[in-house]
C-alpha cells in the first residue's frame, strides 16, 4: 500500500484545491509595513522557538526573564494565523473542512498551504513574523499574578531543538558555547518550568507517561528503525508554557463572557470508575471516591504513583485512560478533568488546529472592541458547529496516525518471522493477549495458542483464566513470544507463547478455577470473528498521548 492508497482510503489528501492556493499564493512573502502598525515591537527581545528536529512549522515561540520582585515574566508569542486567514476566505473553508493537520511520521497533511503553514506564518529565525502575545507574570508558587494580551510583532533570534536545549541543561560545552548568549535564559526556563508542573501536580493534574513509538523510515517510506521516542525535560519546558498560556487565555475569555471554543474533558462515568477500580484490586490497589462513585483527578494520580515501575505500570495507564471520557472541543467552558483545571482551550497552534484560530479571531475581536450583539450572536452559533467539527476531524487524524504508525511497525516486523521477543501483557480479552514488546510493537497471542487449558475473560479483573487449572494471564505478566504472522495491512501482528517469563503455578484452589462457572455459550465460535473485530477495536483504543493536545 502507497502512502497515497493509505490517505485516500482514509479521505484525507495532501493537496489543496487551485483556489486556495491562488489565494495563498497571494499572500505577502513578508510582514509588511502596514501589518505592524498598532503592533507592540517585541523584535528586540530575547525570543526563541523550540521544536522537534524535523519540525517545519513553527507557531509558538517564548520568552522568559526575572522581574526586580522575583517573579518570571514569560511571553508566550503565537503565529497570528487570524491576520492572513481571513473569515470566509477559500483558506479558511478549506482550513475549517480539514480542522488539523495531520501527521504521518515522515509526512504531513497540513491544515493550511505551504506559503502560510511552513512560510509567512512560521516563526521562522531571523524574520519579522506577526504574533498574538499572552505575557504572564508568575510567582514562585507558579501563580499567573498578572497578564497581559496583546498584538505584536518579533523576530525569534534562534529556532531551537529539543535536543539542542537539552545538552545546554546537561552542560554540553558545545552547545552551550554555541548558544551562550542564551544559556541563561534556558536554565531560567527549566526552572519555571519545574515550578509550574509541581503546581499542577498538587492540584490533581493527571501525568500520564505513555512511550511513544519512533519510527524511522528510510526515503523509500521503509521502516528501518521502531523504538521509543525519549520526552526530556526541554520537552516539558514547552509542554508547560503552553499549558499555563492556554489556561490563561482560557480564564480570561470567561470572565469577559465572551463566545470561545474550550477544550474540555469532562468527568468520567461513575460506571467505568467502578469497573476500574474493582479491577485495581487485583493488584492490591485502592482508588478513592465519593459517596456517588465519583473520583478526583487527584485520586487517579495518586494510583500512578503507586504503580510507577511496575509491571504492570503501563498497561493499568491504559485502562485508567479508557476509562477516562474523551476530551474534545466545546463552547461552553466544561472544566478539564485530566488538567484539573476550570479553564483551558487551546490557543497555541493556530497553524495545525483550526480551534485556535477561532480563539485568536475572539481574542483579537476583543482586543479591537468589536464584539457587538450581532457579532456575539454569530459567534455563538459558529463556535458551536465549529467545536464539534473540529472534534470528529481530531477523531479522524488520530485514527490516521495509529494505523499508519501500525502499519509502518507491522511492516517493520515482516522480515523478523520465527524469532523470539520478549513482551508484557499489555490488554486481556475473550479472544486472547494483546502483547506489547520493548519497541512498543503490539501483537495478538491468540487464546487458541493457549493450548494447555480452555481460558475465560474475568472481565471486572481483566484475567483469562484456565477453567480447568485456574491458570491466569493479566496485565503486565511477562511473556516470551515467537512471532508468527504478519499482516501489514490490518496493521496486525501475530505471536504465540514461548513460556512466561515469572514462575506462574496455579492461581486458584484445587486447580479448579471459578467453581459452578459455566463457560460462555458459543464462545469457540465467536473467537475468530472476535480476533478480526479486536484488532480495529485495538487500534481505536491506543491513544497517543501529548499533553499539549489533551
Not at 484456565?466 to 501475530?494: A, F, P, W
Request: charge should be negative; aromatic fraction near 8%.
Amino acid at each position: 500500500m502507497t502512502f497515497e492508497e493509505f490517505i485516500g482510503g482514509k479521505g484525507l489528501s495532501d493537496k489543496f484545491p487551485p483556489k486556495v492556493l491562488e489565494e495563498a499564493q497571494k499572500e505577502p512573502g513578508e510582514v509588511t509595513n502596514a501589518a505592524e502598525n498598532g503592533r507592540r515591537d517585541l523584535r528586540a527581545e530575547r525570543i526563541v522557538t523550540i521544536d522537534g528536529d524535523d519540525a517545519k512549522d513553527f507557531d509558538d515561540a517564548v520568552s522568559l526573564e526575572m522581574l526586580e520582585n522575583g517573579n518570571y515574566y514569560l511571553g508566550v508569542h503565537i503565529a497570528d494565523v487570524s491576520n492572513y486567514v481571513r473569515e470566509g476566505s477559500e483558506i479558511d473553508k478549506e482550513a475549517y473542512a480539514r480542522g488539523t493537520s495531520v501527521y504521518l511520521i515522515n509526512h504531513v497533511l497540513p491544515m493550511l498551504p505551504f506559503e502560510l503553514s511552513n512560510e509567512i506564518c512560521s516563526l521562522n529565525p531571523n524574520v519579522d513574523r506577526l504574533t498574538l502575545t499572552c505575557f504572564m507574570e508568575i510567582n514562585g508558587s507558579g501563580a499567573v499574578v498578572n497578564y497581559d494580551i496583546c498584538e505584536s510583532v518579533i523576530k525569534s533570534n534562534e529556532r531551537m531543538t529539543y535536543n539542542n536545549v537539552q545538552k545546554i541543561l546537561d552542560g554540553d560545552p558545545i552547545v552551550y558555547k554555541r548558544y551562550e548568549h542564551l544559556v541563561d535564559m534556558f536554565n531560567l526556563m527549566d526552572k519555571l518550568a519545574r515550578i509550574l508542573e509541581k503546581k499542577r501536580v498538587r492540584r490533581g493534574s493527571i501525568m500520564f507517561e505513555f512511550p511513544e513509538p519512533a519510527i524511522v523510515l528510510d526515503e523509500n517510506d521503509k521502516p528501518i528503525s521502531v523504538g521509543k521516542y525519549e520526552i526530556k525535560q526541554s520537552n516539558k519546558i514547552i509542554e508547560e508554557f503552553m499549558l499555563i498560556a492556554n489556561e490563561t487565555i482560557a480564564r480570561h475569555m470567561e470572565h469577559l463572557d465572551l463566545p470561545l471554543i474550550y477544550r474540555v474533558h469532562e468527568n468520567p462515568d461513575t460506571e467505568k470508575i467502578a469497573k476500574f477500580s474493582e479491577m485495581l484490586k487485583v493488584h492490591g490497589l485502592k482508588l478513592r471516591t465519593d459517596e456517588k462513585g465519583q473520583v478526583e483527578p487527584k485520586d487517579m494520580q495518586a494510583i500512578l504513583d503507586q504503580i510507577k515501575g511496575k509491571d504492570y505500570e503501563q498497561a493499568i495507564e491504559t485502562i485508567m485512560l479508557r476509562s477516562l471520557m474523551k476530551a474534545k472541543y466545546s463552547p461552553n467552558n466544561l472544566g478539564h478533568f485530566g488538567l484539573a483545571a476550570k479553564y483551558y482551550c487551546h490557543f497555541t497552534s493556530p497553524i495545525r488546529r483550526y480551534p485556535d484560530l477561532v480563539v485568536h479571531r475572539v481574542v483579537k475581536d476583543w482586543l479591537h472592541k468589536r464584539i457587538d450583539d450581532n457579532r456575539k450572536k454569530y459567534l455563538e452559533s459558529f463556535t458551536a458547529v465549529a467545536a464539534e467539527q473540529a472534534s470528529e476531524r481530531e477523531i479522524l487524524a488520530m485514527q490516521a496516525e495509529r494505523d499508519w504508525d501500525d502499519y509502518k511497525m507491522a511492516e517493520f516486523m515482516e522480515d523478523k518471522i520465527g524469532e523470539e521477543f520478549d513482551s508484557f501483557v499489555a490488554s486481556v480479552t475473550n479472544f486472547g493477549l494483546f502483547v506489547q514488546l520493548d519497541n512498543l510493537v503490539e501483537g495478538l497471542v491468540h487464546v487458541r495458542e493457549l493450548a494447555d487449558d480452555y481460558y475465560v475473560l474475568d472481565e471486572v479483573n481483566y484475567v483469562l483464566r484456565g477453567k480447568r487449572t485456574g491458570m491466569e494471564y493479566s496485565i503486565g505478566d511477562k511473556m516470551r513470544v515467537k512471532l508468527v504472522r504478519v499482516n501489514k495491512e490490518l496493521g496486525q501482528v501475530d505471536f504465540v507463547p514461548v513460556q512466561m517469563a515469572d514462575d506462574r503455578g496455579q492461581k486458584s484452589e484445587g486447580g479448579g478455577g471459578e467453581k459452578g462457572k459455566k463457560p460462555q455459550e458459543g464462545i469457540k465460535e465467536k473467537k475468530k470473528t472476535e480476533a478480526k473485530d479486536g484488532w480495529k477495536k485495538k487500534r481505536r483504543n491506543k491513544k497517543k498521548i501529548n499533553p499539549n493536545d489533551i
